[in-house]
């Protein structure tokens, strides 16, 4: 892996374009939120499952 300093040219203003998508446990009383990209080829193998609690909205990420 290599590792390079950001330039001008970089659109580090930019918020990031996640295609992403999310499902509750519990639709009445969500308790984990598990996210995942839906045309992901291993979509049964790549996502991420975190308590309801514990996620942050993308917009409060900054």
Sequence with gaps: MSL???TDEDALTDEPNFELECLYDDMD????V????????ATASEWITVDRDSAIAVTEIR
Aim: aromatic content about 6%.
């Design 4 to 6: 390079r300093q950001p």
């Design 29 to 32: 009383n969500p308790e984990e």
């Design 34 to 41: 598990t996210i995942f990209t839906p045309d992901g080829k």
